[in-house]
């Protein structure tokens, strides 16, 4: 047996990973430096990998990388080998973890592979999460229909799947690759790679001519499936001709046949044949292009209608106040009023405000359009105004307390004329009415806007929602990045509630992102989320005790440098002028 070492690997290996998301592209990048292998990576999914699939092939790529539903259909289509990115326990194990802290009901999703190892994983942790396998892509959206109709929010999956999840509201949670995995996959493809070369070099010239052909050429076994399909075939048979080949199949047994088949791009001549290969009956067919078409030309129909149903937000919270906000919402989707969001910078009023519109599809408003009035000139506003199309659409007027008087009353008139077409929510971060009462803000705008309104409470009066959102930014930074954290831990989450939070959920996201960005371990540490708050951690409310004995003062004021710094001792020791033993000594009092 010949092993290669890793230089001929590495010289002879020339590898495209196709990604279905940003992280795994970056993580591939990173390990594959390490590993001293040249590895192009790319990100697509589905058809779109497909398409860079093909054209790897066609610039001399050896191997092709990729993951679940993706490498299938590249496996499928083209005849250049590919390497599977195989879900791990470690990865299951990973996204458990992270998911335990969501919010709502969570259910796993996914082909045998997913499905059942989520299962065992689930077993022997003792979690009790439900998983449901799916046979065919298609089964997918019932599934899910069923599971959101059971009151689940948060669906584990592949990237086909939570891509469905998210379209049908559901918070999709993608099943990363973690680097046991991405590794795995890199030792595969060397492996293959050992093999492949010597099977290219027997058979490379009639696979050369085969491939080069100037007749489409498929095989098919005897399932129906199609085994083997050359360049010129991929290319230029289009699916409509290929589901008339499929119609032929296990016909004319055992002999040959010519037909004479059309689509609307061409005219084939197709030779059927019935082959013998290990005892099993095979099919080729070989397709000569007699004549082309007029390519149809109809202009391509965009609709923008059903993005809106695509952004699979999911309104996720513990708080008392923002479920009923969330109730009021779900139940009042057949009222066109419009709707007044107030609350803090950050507290997620223009989130809201999405989930509002994909939630009001009955109203069919076929796009949301946000206007910044902290942003905008009046010059744009005047012509944005006059511009706006007489279809049904959203407004969402965002910091609406900076508009003048002036562009107040345009705007009065503007709403008066559209009301009907146009579903307008409002947000404000300031005290109208104290601006009613000083004159800023005119009280006839406010009560036309303002059929139903709400106020967003600020993150320092819902912090068991702390939690669970660092989880989604925590798995939306994994994404990004390639990470692989799995939550926080006890004492971060601690420190971030004691937090004040003065930029609310917003702040709480860059903490998060930056936390996830500097960390190295599978936990965010209090080092990772204090760090990045640059001694300002939160705004932390360890307000002085200045009652109380001198000790007790003492003790306060130990406390609250302690917080500031982070539980980090040496700080803290140098910041108070004391040693880090007497400071122990202090601290355990
Ligand atoms: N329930 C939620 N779950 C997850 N992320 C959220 C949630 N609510 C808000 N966010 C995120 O928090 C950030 C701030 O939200 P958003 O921009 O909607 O706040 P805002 O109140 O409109 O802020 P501003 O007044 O500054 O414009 C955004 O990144 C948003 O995606």
Not at 45 to 65: C, H, T, Y
Not at 215 to 226: Q, S
Not at 280 to 305: D, H, P
Not at 397 to 414: A, H, S
Request: aromatic share 8%; with cysteine; hydrophobic share 35%.
């Amino acid at each position: 047996m010949v092993c290669l070492n890793m230089q001929q690997k590495v010289n002879g290996m020339k590898v495209l990973a196709i990604a279905p998301y940003e992280g795994l592209k970056e993580l591939i990048t990173q390990l594959a430096k390490k590993e001293k292998l040249d590895i192009t990576t790319e990100i697509g999914d589905l058809n779109q990998g497909l398409s860079l699939a093909k054209a790897a092939k066609k610039q001399g790529f050896d191997i092709i990388i990729s993951r679940g539903g993706t490498a299938e259909l590249i496996q499928r289509e083209l005849s250049i080998p590919v390497v599977e990115i195989e879900v791990s326990g470690y990865d299951m194990l990973r996204v458990l973890t992270l998911v335990k802290k969501y919010p709502g009901k969570t259910a796993i999703v996914g082909f045998e592979q997913i499905a059942e190892g989520a299962a065992a994983v689930c077993e022997i942790l003792n979690i009790s999460m439900s998983s449901y396998k799916v046979k065919q892509e298609q089964d997918i959206s019932a599934i899910l229909e069923n599971l959101k109709s059971n009151g689940y929010q948060n669906i584990i999956g592949d990237a086909v799947t939570i891509k469905m999840a998210q379209s049908a509201g559901l918070n999709g949670i993608l099943l990363t690759s973690g680097k046991e995995s991405v590794m795995k996959a890199f030792r595969n493809a060397e492996k293959v790679y050992g093999f492949y070369q010597k099977i290219k070099e027997t058979y490379s010239l009639p696979y050369q001519l085969i491939e080069q052909s100037d007749l489409g050429i498929a095989v098919y076994d005897a399932d129906k499936t199609r085994i083997y399909s050359n360049s010129l075939f991929n290319e230029q048979v289009t699916p409509n001709m290929q589901e008339q080949l499929q119609e032929l199949l296990g016909s004319q047994v055992g002999e040959k046949h010519v037909y004479l088949l059309s689509d609307a791009e061409a005219h084939w001549k197709v030779l059927q044949e019935q082959l013998n290969r290990n005892d099993e009956q095979i099919t080729v067919f070989k397709l000569e292009r007699l004549a082309v078409n007029e390519k149809n030309q109809a202009g391509v129909l965009t609709s923008i209608g059903d993005e809106k149903r695509n952004n699979g937000l999911t309104f996720l919270s513990k708080n008392e106040k923002v479920q009923k906000i969330f109730t009021f919402i779900q139940n009042s989707k057949q009222v066109n009023s419009c709707i007044w969001i107030n609350g803090e910078k950050g507290t997620g009023k223009e989130y809201i405000a999405s989930y509002i519109h994909a939630s009001n599809m009955h109203l069919n408003s076929s796009y949301l359009i946000t206007f910044d009035c902290e942003l905008m000139t009046k010059e744009t506003w005047l012509d944005w105004l006059s511009r706006l199309d007489n279809g049904k659409k959203t407004v969402f007027i965002k910091n609406i307390e900076y508009l003048t008087i002036e562009l107040q009353r345009v705007l009065y008139r503007f709403v008066k004329e559209h009301k009907e077409e146009c579903f307008f929510i409002i947000s404000c971060s300031q005290n109208i009415f104290a601006k009613i009462q000083t004159g800023e803000f005119l009280e006839s705008l406010h009560q036309l806007l303002s059929d139903v309104s709400f106020v967003l409470p600020p993150l320092r009066e819902r912090k068991e929602d702390i939690e669970g959102m660092a989880s989604v930014f925590i798995n939306e930074q994994n994404l990004r990045y390639g990470k692989q954290v799995v939550g926080l831990r006890q004492e971060a989450k601690e420190y971030l509630e004691q937090g004040n939070w003065p930029g609310n959920i917003n702040q709480l996201k860059q903490t998060i992102n930056n936390g996830v960005l500097f960390s190295n371990g599978y936990y965010l540490e209090i080092e990772d989320v204090a760090e990045v708050m640059q001694g300002e951690p939160a705004g932390v409310t360890s307000d002085l005790t200045l009652t109380g004995t001198l000790d007790e003062i003492e003790k306060s004021i130990i406390q609250k440098v302690w917080l500031e710094e982070g539980k980090n001792q040496t700080k803290t020791a140098e910041r108070l002028g004391i040693n880090r033993t007497t400071l122990w000594r202090k601290l355990k009092e």
